[in-house]
């Protein structure tokens, strides 16, 4: 499948970048301006990556002499470098090779020079066959557009690093991508010395927001367009007819399953009368490098699991289920649009804008998942999900849990830190056309005379005349 980047012949690659800064386009090459220190070097072209046991994301790389690797991680919010002394240390610099995991003999893919580390001490999953150095966090990934590809198998995930994703969301909803935008959450300040300005003197690290918490819907019920009758929707019928339980989920590459608290547990099993909310399932440990201990938790699986962007204003978010509802039924409006000029559906009552009687609604994008998607339950207090919740408040949600790569399998990903609000690109794979969809925003037509292009439909518009307006909701 065409990555986005190629379909909207996307700027090319394999140039410098300089610290971690701002980049601009000049005399046909990435040049940059206010900073020092050469990065990184990279091609553009898929690195494979390694992929432990349960779904984390690695650089294998060369670094201090001798092969290890690196944990990719968009959740951690600063970078992360083994501790020499086995204390928290100040940020230093550090460069290191990355390799093609998959050679015997080491294939160089990028290098980056000079990124700056906390050092602190880090443990390694007994199924790597080398040293952890450290792990690339969100504040070095912000300033990039990586695509990550599982290959759905986990086998042979890859990264491709890009500097920006030219095409508009736009153009994107059109092309069989689900665009969800948001702002990254989060940021703070380190008790440790950070890197020294122009004078040399060093105060705490402060560090950017990086965090992408995605709204999700969990275990809605099951949807087949071209099975599915539009379903009469009154004004305020749309949190009634919603299925699924509203999630916000941090997106972290260095871990591999679905990570839920309990609570939000709880509510999913409620909700949907599944499997009661107690430690039925087996035990399982997550690992990461940077914790004391592993997450204990209990093994479980969701059918379904929709990743929703956010249509409606903020102040008046109705939840990721109502916006994944509202999405499917203007689906069966535009596939009777598309099929008729004269007489087809129309937005019924609950998907109209109340500022404006008579006009639809645009639909939010999504990305939904199916079959047995693995979750690990933990506690609440558990420290991890503390610290992410701290670090989002007050402007975040509170945080349920996060999906990691391995729940992430079936889709292409590509984190578009650039722009503001930041883009998650997603696709999904060839041969998950059984277990993953992705759909586009579909604007509305404000009039007659507009047309749309959604859901891989012909170019409609709206019908002469409305089939279903009229009585059912007097």
């Known amino acids: 499948m ?163 994703q030219p095409a508009g969301t736009g153009f994107l909803d059109t092309s069989r991508y689900a665009v969800l935008e948001m702002d990254p959450l989060g940021g703070g300040q380190l008790d440790v010395e950070g890197e020294p300005d122009f004078l040399g003197l060093r105060g705490p690290h402060q560090f950017p927001g990086s965090q992408l918490v995605v709204r999700a819907c969990a275990s809605p019920a099951p949807f087949t367009p071209t099975d599915t009758a539009l379903p009469t929707c009154c004004q305020g019928d749309e949190r009634r007819l919603a299925t699924g339980v509203n999630l916000a989920l941090a997106v972290s590459t260095g871990l591999g399953p679905l990570v839920l608290s309990r609570s939000a547990w709880e509510r999913v099993a409620t909700a949907t009368g599944g499997p009661p909310a107690s430690p039925a399932g087996p035990a399982i440990d997550v690992f990461h490098p940077a914790l004391a201990a592993p997450l204990s938790g209990f093994g479980a699986s969701l059918p379904r699991l929709a990743l929703v962007n956010l249509e409606s204003s903020v102040g008046q978010d109705p939840g990721a289920c109502v916006e994944l509802g509202r999405a499917r039924r203007t689906e069966l409006v535009s596939m009777s649009q598309a099929q008729s000029s004269s007489l087809a559906h129309c937005a019924e009552p609950c998907d109209q804008d109340p500022r404006s009687p008579g006009t639809a609604l645009s639909s939010a994008a999504y990305a939904e998942l199916s079959g047995d998607i693995p979750v690990v339950v933990v506690d609440d207090s558990v420290a991890l999900l503390q610290a992410l919740r701290a670090e989002i408040r007050p402007e975040g949600p509170e945080l349920d849990g996060l999906i990691g790569a391995a729940a992430l399998k079936s889709l292409r990903i590509e984190l578009d830190y650039r722009p503001r609000p930041a883009r998650l690109i997603l696709s999904c794979q060839p041969s998950a056309s059984q277990t993953c969809r992705a759909v586009g925003r579909c604007p509305r037509l404000p009039n007659e005379d507009s047309t749309r292009v959604c859901f891989d439909l012909t170019r409609h518009r709206l019908p002469e005349t409305c089939d279903n307006r009229g009585d059912a909701c007097d």
């Open 2 to 164: 065409t990555t986005a980047r190629e379909a909207a012949h996307g700027v090319p690659l394999g140039r410098k970048i300089r610290g971690i800064c701002f980049l601009s386009l000049a005399m046909g090459a990435f040049a940059l301006a206010g900073c020092s220190d050469e990065c990184c070097t990279f091609d553009g072209e898929p690195i494979a990556l390694r992929a432990t046991p349960d779904g984390a994301l690695w650089f294998r790389v060369r670094a201090e002499g001798r092969q290890g690797y690196v944990l990719i991680d968009t959740a951690t919010p600063v970078n992360l470098w083994q501790s020499r002394s086995g204390r928290t240390e100040a940020l230093a610099p550090r460069s290191f090779e990355v390799l093609s995991a998959v050679n015997e003999v080491p294939v160089l893919r990028a290098v980056f020079r000079d990124v700056w580390f906390v050092g602190v001490p880090l443990a390694a999953p007994p199924t790597l066959d080398g040293p952890v150095f450290g792990v690339l966090g969100g504040e070095f990934w912000r300033s990039f557009s990586p695509v990550l590809d599982a290959n759905e198998d986990m086998q042979v995930p890859t990264l491709s690093m890009a500097l920006r």
